[in-house]
C-alpha cells in the first residue's frame, strides 16, 4: 500500500514536473517574436509622411543661434522637410504697425533672417498666421509669456491687406516656384476659446476667408488651409464653411495628442495621463481622413501639424526612453491616412511658459535646450536610415525597407503600456524606470542576394541612447556643467552597439536574435560591400 502511495506521489511530481517544463516552454515560445521578411516582395515606395514637417514653439527663437545650430543638426540627421512654429506675425517679430494716421506699415526684416536661413539649411516654411499684431488687434487677451494677442483682427479688410502684402513680399523674396511649395495655414487651434482665439468658430472662418482670399489673390496655386485645430476638432464643419461659400482651401490641418483629458497646459500643473487606448492619435487620425473623404471636396490634403504624445512643455514622458517606442507605434498606426505627420517639436528651445530653468523638465523637444539627444530624436534619426522602397512585413511594430544599392534596413520595437493605474505622467516618468524583459525577437529575411554584407545595430531603450535615466544618475542637477553636457551627449550619439562584417550565402538568407525588452527600439542596418 505504501508503495502505491509513493508511486502515485512521485507520478504527480513528475507529471507536475513535467507540465511546469511545458508551461515555461509555451511562455518562452509565446514570447519569442519572428519578423519573417522576404527580400523580393516589395510593398511599394516607403511613405515618409513622418518627416514632411516637425514642428517648433515660436518664430522669434528661430533667430537664436543655439536654435539653428539645433535645427541644422534634426535637418541633417532626421530629414525633415518642412517646419511649422507660432508667433510669425506678433509683435516680438515687428511685423505691423499703424501711423497716425491709422496707415498700415509693414516690416519684414526679422522674418527674412528667419525664413532665409530655414531655406539656406535646405528647409522650407509651413506658415503658419498668426497671432494677431498688436495694433492690428481688437482685445488684449494674449497667450504664453511672449503674450501672443489671440482677438480677431480690429479691422479685417487691414488684416487681408497685411497677409496680401506679406503672400507678396515671400513671391519677390523667394520666386513663385519656390512659395507655391509651401503652405499657408490660418492661426493655431481656433475651438480653444479660453486659449489661442478670443472669437467664435464664425469669426475664425471669416478670419480664415479674408486669409485665403488675400493669399489666392497673390497667386491662385498658393495652397491655403486649416483649421489647425486641437483635438482633430472642426473638420466637417470647415469643409462645410468652405464649399457653401467658395472660399478656397488646399488642405485641412489639425492636432491630436496622446492623453486622456484636455487640450492646453502650458505649465504642466494639471498631471496628465497617457491615454491606454491603443487608438489615441492615430484613430483620430484616421476618422479625419474618413471626414474629408466623406465631404464635398474628397480631395484635400491632410496634415497633422501638431501631434506628440502629450500637450505640455512639463510632461517627462517627453524626455524618457518609452517615447521613442510610442513615436514609432503611433506612426506605424497611422500609416498613409494623413499627407503629413509634424511632430511637437524639434527642441526644447521653447519659452511659452517663460525660460525653463532645469536641462531636463519634461520639454516638447527631440533635442534638450543643450543640444543633447534624447530617445525621441532616435525614433526619427533611425526612421531616416530607412530606404525608399518598402518590403512586405507582417508584423505590426516594425518597418522593413531596402533601397536601390540592395541595403537592408529593418526598424523594430516594443511598445509597452507601463503607466499604474491612478498615476499621472509627471510622477510616473520622472523616475528610474528599469526596463522588463520581452523575449527574444528573431528577424529571418529570405531572398536577399549573396555577397558580403556590413551588419550595423543601432538602438535606443532603457540606459541605451537615454540621456535623461543617466541624467537621473547624476542626481537631476538644476544646471549641467560643460563636462556633464559633454559626458551625456557622448554617452547618447548614436552610434551603433554592434559592426560586423557578414556574409549571405547562395541561399540568400539571413537571420538575426535579439533580447527585446520593453520600449526597446533596434535599427538593423545590412549595406551591401
Known sequence: MKKKILSVILGGLLFSNVFAQSNNLNKRLEAQRIISLDFKKEKGSFNTSFKVCVGAGRANEGLRADWQQQLATVRKECGFKYIRMHGLLTDDMAVYRENR????????????????????????????????????????????????????????????????????????????????????????????????????????????????????????????????????????????????????????????????????????????????????????????????????????????????????????????????????????????????????????????????????????????????KKPAFFAYSFLNKLGEIEIADQDNSSWACKNKKGDVQVLLWDYTYTLPDSVNNQSYYVRDLPAKPKGEVELAIAGMPKGKYRLEVYQTGYKVNDAYTSYISFSKPNQLSRAQVDSLKRQNNGAAILTENITVSSSGTFSKKLQIKENDVFLINMIKL
Open 101 to 372: 494716421n491709422g496707415n498700415p506699415e509693414y516690416n519684414y526684416q526679422y522674418v527674412d533672417a528667419l525664413y532665409d536661413y530655414i531655406l539656406s539649411i535646405g528647409m522650407k516654411p509651413f506658415v503658419e498666421l498668426g497671432f494677431m499684431p498688436g495694433a492690428l488687434a481688437s482685445g488684449d487677451k494674449t497667450i504664453f509669456w511672449w503674450r501672443g494677442n489671440v482677438t480677431p483682427p480690429k479691422d479685417y479688410k487691414k488684416w487681408e491687406g497685411l497677409i496680401r502684402n506679406l503672400t507678396q513680399h515671400f513671391t519677390e523674396r523667394y520666386g513663385t516656384d519656390e512659395v507655391k511649395t509651401w503652405y499657408f495655414e490660418v492661426w493655431n487651434e481656433p475651438n480653444l476659446k479660453d486659449g489661442f482665439w478670443a472669437g467664435s468658430q464664425d469669426d475664425y472662418f471669416k478670419l480664415y476667408q479674408y486669409s485665403a482670399q488675400a493669399i489666392k489673390s497673390v497667386n491662385q496655386a498658393y495652397k491655403v488651409g486649416g483649421p489647425a485645430t486641437a483635438g482633430a476638432a472642426w473638420v466637417p464643419e470647415m469643409i462645410n464653411f468652405c464649399s457653401k461659400n467658395s472660399v478656397p482651401i488646399d488642405f485641412i490641418s489639425t492636432h491630436a495628442y496622446g492623453v486622456k483629458q484636455g487640450f492646453l497646459d502650458e505649465y504642466g500643473s494639471t498631471g496628465t495621463v497617457l491615454d491606454k487606448n491603443k487608438e489615441s492619435v492615430s484613430g483620430d487620425v484616421w476618422n479625419s481622413r474618413k471626414q474629408i473623404q466623406n465631404s464635398a471636396i474628397p480631395g484635400l490634403e491632410l496634415h497633422y501639424t501638431e501631434w506628440s504624445s502629450s500637450y505640455t512643455p512639463a510632461d517627462p514622458i517627453h524626455d524618457s526612453y518609452h517615447e521613442a517606442a510610442y513615436i514609432l507605434e503611433k506612426l506605424k498606426q497611422t500609416g498613409s491616412a494623413a499627407n503629413s505627420m509634424s511632430y511637437w517639436t524639434f527642441t526644447d528651445i521653447f519659452e511659452e511658459p517663460g525660460p525653463r530653468f532645469t536641462p531636463f523638465h519634461g520639454g516638447f523637444g527631440l533635442l534638450n535646450t543643450q543640444g543633447i
